[in-house]
């Protein structure tokens, strides 16, 4: 951000959205609050940009297009956004098969959650690696349910090596987006005393730095201000640093530590229960969505918070876990699930595994010998001459020929091969195959699964 308005800007929209008083104070006596804390920005305007990025109509104060804070505000996050696209585009992918199968994936969480297709900056990415085993911080919300931190994979020679050589393994296999996940999942990077140093690496092999969120700015000030400092402005300036806040105190003290200066690049995630963010219905937050009762009830909204479709590393177990991001629920509590888990004692075992992992598990075409059946959120209705099938407001329809509707009636009442399909309706060749292109339709749009 260049302009000298938009750190102003960014910590009044931070407080706004994440301190309820502060949002009072601004929409009853905005002039007042911005003198108080020293801002000299037009009042309306202000207001004006922090009521829509809340979407709080009530005090929008200029005419739509015309408040230039906004203009700017958006610019900065637009050209942020548009490098985090430029990461994930078609040819970062080495295999096309796992490209092919990673837009599968994300067509199908859009299919399943309008608020998701909402927000086309989701994407969902095959690498992410966990450096400790657990998480300190154990926050209330958490919608992957990290356990209790147990210890961290620290950077000896030998685990540095072995870091290096997975990491080569990983951008060989995969390509550049193997440096679009984290260093991260159901961790605190900064729980690890090397963290910084197992980034530092991947940035050189990979030749992506990987974006880091921490839940503890305000525990390591000076540790976070070097990693500044080693990151430099450009990456900095580009989200390399997220903060996550647990709670209002939390916000006041990363506010008093830090300026506004060293802010105005880091995206503050205001995750306190106070805040106007929803939480997922996943997690930790399934028990807090219970104890807050009523007063939880806009607080949740069922979404899988988990982006990773492809390989969680976690270097401290050795272990590898083929994921697949889901709709949180009874089944999938914390909004993925584990398809098959290996372990590696060394860099050999690991792309055994991850090439072995991929092959099986990240399937662009709907295998012909596996249990089918539709995804829990699609709804379908039988036409006169078609058969729609509908996720969440979104929907599709294909024509009622040859022995589809029969297939779709067998593959409704319990999960069945294709092969089996075919079988009890004696389609063979001809037949067989466009029933395959049909449920393939289907398959890559997330109608239909295969167990
Ligand atoms: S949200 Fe992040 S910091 Fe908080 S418990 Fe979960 S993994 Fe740890």
Not at 62 to 70: D, I, K, R, S, V
Not at 172 to 181: C, D, E, P, S
Not at 418 to 437: C, H, I, K
């Amino acid at each position: 951000m260049d302009s000298k308005n938009l750190p102003y800007i960014k910590y009044l929209t931070d407080n706004y959205t994440a301190d309820p008083s502060f949002r009072r104070q601004m929409q009853e006596h905005p002039q007042e609050t911005l003198t108080s804390r020293g801002i000299s920005l037009d009042a309306d305007l202000a207001l004006d940009v922090c009521a829509r990025l809340c979407w709080d109509a009530q005090y929008f104060r200029a005419p739509e297009g015309q408040n230039p804070y906004l203009t700017e505000f958006q610019a900065h996050f637009q050209r942020i956004s548009q490098e985090y696209e430029n990461r994930v585009t078609d040819d970062a992918f080495a295999d096309r098969r796992i490209c092919l199968w990673s837009r599968q994936i994300r067509k199908r969480c859009r299919m399943e959650n309008r608020r998701i297709r909402m927000r086309d900056g989701i994407h969902y990415y095959p690498l992410f690696f966990e450096l400790s085993d657990g998480c300190s911080v154990q926050c209330p919300f958490c919608g992957v349910d990290a356990p209790r931190w147990k210890s961290d994979f620290l950077y000896t020679p030998e685990n540095a090596e072995l870091w290096k050589e997975i990491l080569q393994i990983c951008v060989r296999y995969l390509g550049r987006i193997a440096g679009t996940g984290a260093c991260y999942m159901a961790t605190e990077p900064f729980d690890n005393p090397d963290y910084e140093k197992f980034l530092y690496d991947f940035r050189a092999i990979i030749g992506i730095l990987p974006q880091t969120t921490t839940a503890v700015a305000d525990r390591c000030p000076e540790r976070i201000r070097a990693f500044m400092r080693e990151l430099g402005p450009d990456a900095v300036q580009n989200a390399a640093l997220r903060f996550s806040i647990r709670n209002l105190q939390q916000l006041h003290r990363i506010q008093e530590i830090y300026s506004l200066d060293e802010l105005k690049d880091i995206e503050l995630l205001p995750n306190n229960p106070e805040s106007l963010t929803q939480y997922s219905l996943s997690g930790k937050g399934i028990r807090l969505c219970e104890r807050m009762g009523e007063k939880g009830k806009d607080k949740f909204f069922r979404y899988g918070i988990c982006c990773t479709a492809g390989l969680r590393v976690n270097m401290t177990k050795k272990t590898m876990d083929f994921i697949e991001p889901e709709l949180p629920s009874k089944a999938f509590p914390n909004g993925y699930r584990i398809r098959e888990t290996l372990t590696f004692e060394n860099a050999g075992d690991f792309e055994t595994g991850m090439r072995h992992l991929f092959e099986t598990w990240a399937l662009p075409e709907l295998p012909e010998d596996k249990d089918l059946y539709f995804n829990s959120v699609c709804r379908i209705t039988e036409k006169e001459n078609c058969i729609e099938f509908w996720g969440d407001g979104v929907g599709c329809s294909l024509a009622k020929d040859g022995g589809f509707p029969d297939a779709v009636r067998i593959i409704s009442e319990r999960p069945t091969t294709l092969a089996a399909v075919y079988r009890s309706l004696s389609a063979e060749n001809g037949d067989a195959l466009r029933l395959w292109q049909k449920f393939q339709y289907l398959y890559e749009r997330g109608y239909v699964r295969w167990a």
